[in-house]
């Protein structure tokens, strides 16, 4: 009785033993994603604005200072203004905002009370178009535009004219500065977020608008 009591333990054991080995062989323990690598990995249309501006930000020797990744608070305050907006609206941005009435304008910012909204539930200051730089100084910054964009011309197209529109602040050619006696230098968090909207209900129109937020969260660190 006891033998087989001892070869019962043994067996269970060796049993354990093996199960422990082939969970180690074949399915290792996945890392650790704060260890060893770059968590701010940029999807989505963040991403394909970071591609955008990669050629210009090496050139510039700054690439280390932008970050491209998707924000989805910044999709949600998107998504909660666009959904406030009635169908006449959205016509006149159509008819307004995008040349001959989905022409070859790509894309152009949007002012008033969509941009407003907009500054208010995403916690931006002002407009990205009025300046990168407003000031010296070491408090983080949010800034940034809503774009409207004729939803048959390609996003890629879309992201090539918003990145021409801000060029010049990639090359951080003002990022440096002085507060007070402190030298600054700052880095930068990129967000895109897009909302399309069909527009299947206006018998003259066909396709969709997209409105797009791009947003530049700027932190002073120091030198």
Known sequence: MKLKKIASLMLAGIMAVSMLTACGEGNP????PGEGENNNTASGYSAMLGEKAADTLNKADNADLFTFADNADDQK???KVVATLNQDTIL???TNYTTDNFGEAAATTIRGGVQEDFEEEAGMVRP???GWYAGNDINTTKIGDVWVANGNISMDNVMSTIFEAYKDGFKNEDGEGTWQTVDLSYDFDVAVSV???PLSAYNEYTGSVNFIAV???RTADYV
């Open 29 to 32: 323990a996945p890392e650790n």
């Open 77 to 79: 305050a998107l998504n």
């Open 92 to 94: 006149e941005f159509v």
């Open 128 to 130: 990205l178009a009025d």
């Open 195 to 197: 909302v399309n909207v």
């Open 215 to 217: 947003t530049v969260t």
